[in-house]
């Protein structure tokens, strides 16, 4: 071969690109939505074209995707080759891909995002190039069927992570979740690669649901997985496991946790994060790592479930501080404690919430934090924490605040808001208060220096005018003054003149000053007393000036400590007693008295409830009303009552209720309102007369608090005498809402209300029947200058009212809110108003208007010019969003809306307006056409709603739908002209619903939507398409059958349409779908007049495919015996119909065209896998036992079938593929018979004289066999009577197929049932073996008839014998036969194996020598033809045999006549025949080895002279040193086998022998013989010493003479005599290692070979003496424990150091070495002698002797303990 072709066959092994045609073609054929053979025929310029508008739509869905028209989806992407690409290009591509893929993942639901990875697939061969992210990319969606699709396609060369896919890629079924999981907690390559792929999307903003619930999954249950394998009792096992799993799965939920771009990510780690720490038992580090990590990466979205996540981790921590990350970290959250309580219904967050209040405590004591401390107190208040922890906190912040000092708080501001929060909790009056409490007793430290630093009283300490019983009770925070400020203040106060105007008027801005005076003066009664003596207050005056009362009624109605307004209470209270005659209408106290009931304070309440009292036992009748002219400024008061009406109040209105009142704050309302309305409380003047002054005072005051706490009682009022609240409160409702939102907010945070409050309350003035409230209202809401706050009150109360509204108030009312939800500008508003139609109940006027006025919104719409039109066609509309005018635009928005409206609003309950429905569906498909969208949501709103309310049309007869209205067009227009399922999909239910209940509607429309059925909702692999198909079916075709049967039209031709729009929507169908939507089909049709019809179809479009085999099958098989037997007669009569000159129903059903034959053939190749579903058969077996007349019935179709099988056969002779199907169709038929039944009927056509007929009658009876059972007796009774028929078959037939089908049922049946009648079994294998079968020339049939034989003997055993003679011969022959030649025949190799075999397993004495000799020389020939694997393991499986049972005699005859052709054959036979050998001497017994010790001798002498034979030619195979070396071991091992069974007795003379045969067996002059023989006896001897050790040291006798001979003799410069010589020497040295009897000793022994031994350090030159002679001599000295011995060796040692050859002075001194090592101070006994020869050797010429010599004399040192220096010198 050529360089050039060399680099051309490297080329095409390395490059992935599909040379070979056909591999090309099926490589092209791979694709996610075309059928392979559809897709082996498409063009790339196709493949292009139909998937680029996949990738537009996926544009106009989503713009990412654009930038990858430039490259991916470019014109030019259609001549692009990856093959073709540089390294660098294919990098570059495959980041693109995997970027779009990124991008892409989360729409692969969608059609379009499939039909742009279908172009990638087919022109980038992503599949596989980018296995890995494709598989990746879709494994979220691993339960549905497009993964499927995707696994059909993938290379065979998975990624490692990806291999587990495999069963399913063979199956094509959707992988369960639990593998993933399993394959995460097993294998950390695929957690990694589906962790780091969903991280990566994270990071780009590309995540989606499905990924993420993916990764959430799987992660979860591996994680806990993982925790529950790594569980040990060993608890640093078990700290060793959990911190693997940290570090395999730490790094990668701490990137989810801090994956700031995606809020789901973060969401998706919390939960493995938990098993962690609830399963992993982590220590306090990991658990802080872990919050740590979470706190720095959560945002808005993600902290509800943060905080749970977050109290579950802290829930195994100790009771200590959160770090400070995660205290920074809850201070940035609003309304903490409220989160708490949150997630505290689900988790309990106590030791959350202590550890985050001690954290704040320490940043407010480091750092001054004054939100640390609010959100301290707020926690102790939530009610979060137990006792214990409640006063360790308070505790804390008792510490606190010693710590802080001016360098953190320079203002002061610190520590003042933290004594106002320590006396706030000192007072709380629940457990929390009284550990508090409890707390502060415990300090040990000085608790009054603290509240001197602090300016505060944090001890509960007596209020004025209460006893010690409620000393602990209302306590405020008060100021700590000294009484020297506090003394001057109060002098300077007192020089103030008197005012005259009232503190509730706007001028007055004395009040504030007057008021912190006040407050640092109550707490004490001789300031107090002071302070209310100023004349600056007038009190002298108070009755005649507003100042006095005015400031005290501000006072307790203010935002003010507790202890001050019961003070302000009490000075009104001591005035008015100090009054008595004075006379004065003091109705403006009393309504301000009983605002102040409606304080929370308890004591406050009490307080006024005493005023009230004092005023109802000084009032007087007079016209003198305090405060009519200057209270609220110089106006007055615009409404006061009259002496009646103030008495009414007084007496009847408040003072009979006072101490309930006093109760709740919430009482005083609920008594003012219910005395009002109550009738009996006074007359409706009087009454009428309070609830104005009461609206007066709401108009006029200028406090908040009194607004809102009167509006609570009067809002609960609806009208005295007629006369609604909102009459009386409009202007005030006006007022309230001009205030700007900043003054607003100033007011409410003044008075420290909720804003929210007060506008509920305001609004809350107008009634649902007041008409001018309606109107402010809605005025209000339209004003884009109020308040949101105030708009979204107004939205809550018209809901409110809603159902208390009238018809036609809420008809107007939805109008306004229509209005305004469409209107631009006012965006709030907008929201508020559609959400308000959202919520209420819409009734059937206000839709049908919203409805209709969609109409005219239509046509206005539609005549506004556009400033583009773009045209396109009805099926595919582009988007087209620069077109549209904003007159359409709107229109389109509130029609979108309505429509929301209308289906929110439960549909059926309103069908009056499926007319309206219907012209609006129209309306629709116009502006489609303007707008260039499909509309698809709007449509699917329309025809849902519609599908909801055709029910009622059932159940009312009142309700009747016109047929005429052509609403049947209309749906048939939605299913033709849209690509969106949804659509289609709500379009069908309403077919259906229309043909259950009105079906003259619909059925004129119906054929055109079954047609477009199959290109859109059939191919939808969802539940709810599937829902949609199944109604369609069951409630459409029945009525649309029913009417075609009225009218007399053929069924099958009318439906004909019908029919191939489902048969051709079969490949786009899931295919888990398949099977359940064709049997809903034809069981709605009619199973008994279509399914015939819908198999043939099926079987004419997509071919006699396994797959249509199947599908059709089990189609039939679902319906009964005699709907399928009716089905099949139709069926040939369909395919009888094909032949006729004028074809009728094959025509117009599936088209015979010109090829006739080729229809047919498919036809009829579906036939006999139709008569083969398992329900046909069994219950044609049952009810064949049966005499009934549905028997009888079953039985005559079943005639007639047979009947037309068998005359379209006789019609089809001429046609034999045709006719062959027929025969097919036939045996199938046959087969639904019972066994004895079946032979039966064989007997008959078994006479014809069609063979092929009669073979597959024979086939059909095998294939009946193999399913039949051995515990059947009419079976077993049938087939045994029917042996002699098939013999005779065998004998009688010149067919060779036949009788190899006969020979095939003949050993099924004898196999099976052979034992019950040994004698037909006999005589059906005396006929096999006879010339008539085993002789026939035919290949196939000798091969069935050996593999039968093989059978037989198993079933006859010693009944085959007499078949034997004439059966071996032909075997071995035949074996022989089937080794000739170029190519084995390695079947009939295997077949004759197969049969020597079973003889050998079942009869081995059957087996003669020459047999067995023949065997054996074909087994050699086998073994050198190196056959399959197959057929080595059968001639080894036999060899086995006979190894094992065979008559030993018979076998090592054979085996010692086989040697010479087992050795020419080559190292296989030869190492088959030495494994043979040994697996027969382990089988048999010693005395067995022992008797034919001879034979195996000479067998044993045979192997040994392997060598020499190879080398003299005389045996021509070519082995190698190395297999000459594997079979010298081998024959080593098998000799010793036979060894360790024998004796010394018997062995000894085989042992001499051998001697004698390697040392004289050849004449001298073949010296190379000689040497090449002695090799293998002395390799042979080596190991044999060895083995046997010390046991057999004396046979050393034997080699005494021989091994000096050989030493004494050897050449050096021969190779051979070389590595004899070493093989001498190590036989010698194995000997000398395990002599234990003093062998060598012996004089006799030792001088022969001793001297010669010690000779050969002359020859060192020539050899390594460290490999085999200074071991030698070192085992020899060890071995003669004699020290004269010993002596000898040193003195002719140490001669041999004078040698002039440094190779022999430097052996000398090594042996020396291992001498002294091994013997130590016994061989240092010559130490005197050797002292010379050290001496000199010190200054040897060669350095190499020096070293050596020195290297001995420190070996010597070591073993004497002293130094040898003295004795050198």
Known sequence: MSSLQEQLKAVQANTRAILQGKLAKAAHAKSLIFEPQVAA???????????????????????????????????????????????????????????????????????????????????????????????????????????????????????????????????LTNPPIQVLVTQATNHREFLSTLSEYMLELGDKGHDYHAINMLWFSVMTQSVNTMIDKGRSGNRAIQLENTQKLLLQVTPTLGRAMMMRQSSEIQMSSYMPVLVLARKGRLNDAALVAFMDQLVTGWQTKTVPQGMLTLACLAYGRAAKPVSSRVAKAFLKVDDLVAKFKEVNKTQCVRKLANGTALAFVDRLSKRGNLRALHEVKAIIESKLLDQMQVKVIYKSLLLAAHKINDEIDPAGNIRKELASTLVSLAQL????????????????????????????AIRPKLTIGEGSDDAMEGVEAAAIEERPSLDSTLQQFEKLKPSATSCLSQENGLFNDLCSVFLSAAIEQADLDRFDAAPVLSREQALSNAFYFSFYMRVWCGPYP???????????????????????????????????????????????????????????????????????????????????????????????????AVTHEDQVAIIISSALENSKTGDKKARLAILKSFCAHITETPLLTVKLRLLGVVNQIRSISGTYRTDLLLDMLRSWAAITTTEATERVTLESLDETALDRAAVETAVPSHADGLELLFQLVKDPETRPTLVAAIFERIAKMWPSMKSQAKLSTANVMLELSQSPGHDAAAVEAADLLRKVDLTTDILLAFVDSLQYEDRMASEAPTNKRRRTSTATLAV???????????????????????QGSKPEN????????????????????????????????????????????????????????????????????????????????????????????VLQSVMPIFTFMGSSVLRQADNYSQSVVKKTVQQVIPPLISTFRSKGRNLVASTKDLLASFVTAYEHIPPTRKREIFISLVENLGPDDFLFAVLAMFVDRYGATDEMFSFTSYIMSRFSVEIQLHSLIKFLDLVNDIFKPKPALSTSLIGTGSDVDKTALKQLALLPHLLSNNRLKQEITALAERDDMESVKIRDSYAKLLEGILALASSLKTKKVLYGRCGDALAKLLNLLSISEFIKSVDSLLE???????????????????????????????????????????????????????????????????????????????????????????????????????????VLQDGIVPVLPVAIPKALGYLEESLVGDKPNTELHNASYAFMAALAQHIPYMISGASLDRLLACSNASAAAELDQESARNRSHCLQLLAKLVDAKVLYTALNNNWATAANAGYSA??????????????????????????????????????????????????????????????????????????????????????????????????????????????????????????????????????????????????????????????????????QDGFWQAPSHYNAVAPVLIEQFLHAAHFDATEELIPAVVELAAAVDSQEHRKELNTSLLKHLESSVVAVRLAVIKVQQGLTERLEEEWLRGLAEMLPRISELQDDEDEGVERENARWIVGIEEKLGESLDSMLQ
């Open 880 to 902: 087209n969003t620069n077109g549209i005018s904003p007159e359409l635009d709107k229109a389109i928005k509130k029609m979108n809306f309505v429509l929301e409206l209308v």
């Open 1470 to 1635: 030869i190492t088959e025949f030495l494994e043979i050998l040994g697996l027969a001497l382990d089988k048999h017994s010693r005395t067995v080895v022992a008797k034919h010790t001879n034979i195996l001798s000479e067998i044993f002498t045979k192997t040994l002279d392997l060598r020499r034979m190879v080398a003299t030619g005389e045996i021509k195979a070519e082995l190698s040193v190395a297999q000459l070396e594997k079979i010298d071991s081998l024959i080593i091992q098998t000799a010793l086998k036979m060894i360790y069974k024998l004796h010394d007795a018997i062995f000894r003379p085989v042992f001499s022998k051998l001697i004698e045969w390697g040392w004289s067996g050849l004449p001298k002059s073949d010296a190379s013989g000689r040497t090449l023989r002695l090799v293998s006896l002395y390799t042979f001897l080596d190991a044999f010493f060895e083995a046997l050790k010390s046991i057999i040291t004396n046979y050393a006798s034997y080699i005494v003479d021989s091994a000096s001979s050989i030493l004494s003799g050897t050449n050096f410069a021969d190779a051979n005599e070389k590595l004899l010589w070493q093989r001498v020497v190590c036989t010698l040295t194995t000997c000398f290692k395990h002599d």
């Open 562 to 660: 507790s202890l001050a307004k019961v003070a302000a209470l009490e000075r009104v209270k001591n005035r008015v007693k100090d009054s008595e005659s004075a006379v004065a209408d003091l109705q403006a106290v009393a309504i301000y008295a009983a605002v102040a009931l409606a304080d929370p304070s308890k004591k406050v309440r009490r307080a006024a409830a005493d005023l009230i009292a004092v005023l109802k036992a000084n009032f007087k009748d007079t016209k003198t009303v305090w405060g009519s002219k200057d209270l609220y400024g110089a106006n007055g008061l615009s409404h006061t009552l009259d002496s009646a009406a103030s008495k009414c109040l007084l007496e009847s209105v408040l003072l009979p209720s006072l101490e309930e």
């Open 429 to 456: 009056k629940d457990k929390n208060g009284d550990a508090i409490r409890a707390a502060i007793e415990e300090v040990d430290f000085n608790i009054e220096e603290l509240e001197l630093k602090l300016g505060a």
């Open 1248 to 1354: 014809r004289p069609d063979v092929g007929l009669r073979r597959k009658v024979l086939q059909a009876l095998e294939l009946r066999v193999d399913k039949e059972s051995t515990s059947d007796p009419k079976s077993r009774e049938a087939l045994l009577a029917f042996l002699p028929q098939l013999t005779a078959v065998i004998r009688e037939s010149d067919d060779m197929n036949y009788k190899h089908t006969a020979v095939t049922c003949v050993d099924k049946i004898s196999e099976k049932y052979g034992k019950k009648d040994l004698d037909a079994v006999a005589a059906a294998a005396q006929t096999i073996a006879g010339d008539h079968c085993l002789g026939q020339s035919s290949q196939s049939l000798r091969l069935m008839a050996l593999l039968c034989l093989a059978s037989l003997v198993d």
């Open 41 to 171: 025929g498409q063009t790339y310029a196709e493949i292009y074209t139909a998937c680029r508008p996949g990738f537009d739509e996926l544009c106009t869905i989503d713009n990412r995707f654009s930038p990858f028209r430039a490259h991916l989806f470019s014109e030019q992407s259609q001549q692009a080759d990856r093959t073709q690409m540089t390294a660098e290009e294919n990098a570059v591509l495959d980041k693109r891909v995997e970027s779009f893929l990124h991008l892409a993942g989360a729409r692969l639901q969608l059609m379009p995002a499939v039909k742009a990875i279908e172009w990638l697939v087919r022109r980038f061969r992503i599949h596989e190039f980018n296995t890995r992210t494709l598989i990746t990319c879709f494994l979220p969606f691993h339960t549905i069927p497009v993964f499927v699709t995707l696994l059909s396609i993938l290379p065979t060369n998975l990624p490692h992570e990806y291999r587990f896919l495999d069963p399913y890629i063979r199956s």
């Open 910 to 1001: 309103h069908p009056e307006l499926l007319p309206s429905l219907f012209t609006t569906l129209t309306d629709i498909h116009h502006l489609r056409k303007l707008v260039g969208s499909e509309l698809g949501y709007m449509q699917t709103l329309v025809l849902s709603s519609i599908d909801a309310m055709i029910p009622a049309y059932d159940n009312n007869k009142d309700l009747t739908i016109d047929a005429s209205a052509g609403y049947g067009d209309v749906l048939a227009a939605c299913v033709q002209n849209t690509s969106s399922t949804q659509v289609t999909n709500e379009a069908l239910l309403v077919v259906a619903s229309l043909a259950r209940t009105a079906p003259d509607v």
